[in-house]
């Protein structure tokens, strides 16, 4: 699994065997357990992220995830005014909804699936 830190936030990216998508662990690594493995996918014009899959903690809110994807994709300061995240394309969550409560509603197959964009998309 690699990590990267942001502001004490951890994430960490998530290998999956194609056969049945369900999370593999290299030796010596801890499980998963509490943590919500998500997709990031880019919408419109946003440019699109080397490692798609991520893992975090139930407790860390959306606003953990749209701060950290302002810092991974070197935004400027107007980019970063105008990203806006999406569930499912359907709705963009308030920045303080935690991660676990998104995806007790909205995972599919125990992925969550998150849309960033640079303009208002769906919702």
Same mark, same amino acid.
């Given at each position: 699994m690699s990590t990267i830190e &942001? =502001? %004490? *936030? $951890? +994430? %960490?990216t998530v290998n999956f065997d194609e056969t049945n998508l369900s999370p593999t662990r290299? &030796?010596?690594d801890s $499980? /998963? =357990?509490? %943590?919500i493995v998500f997709l990031l996918k #880019? #919408?419109?014009g946003a440019p699109i992220l080397k490692k798609k899959k991520w893992a975090l903690p139930r407790s860390k809110t959306i606003g953990?995830?749209?701060e950290f994807l302002k810092k991974y994709m070197q935004l400027d300061v107007e980019q970063q005014k105008q990203l +806006?995240?999406?569930v /499912?394309? *359907?709705f963009a969550p308030a920045f303080d909804t935690t991660i676990g409560a998104v /995806? =007790?509603?909205f995972n599919s197959e125990g992925i969550l699936v998150l849309h960033y964009t640079f303009t208002p998309a769906w919702g």
């Open positions: &942001s =502001d %004490k *936030t $951890e +994430f %960490k290299p &030796s010596g $499980e /998963n =357990d509490g %943590k #880019a #919408a419109g953990h995830i749209v +806006f995240l999406y /499912n394309q *359907t /995806n =007790d509603c």
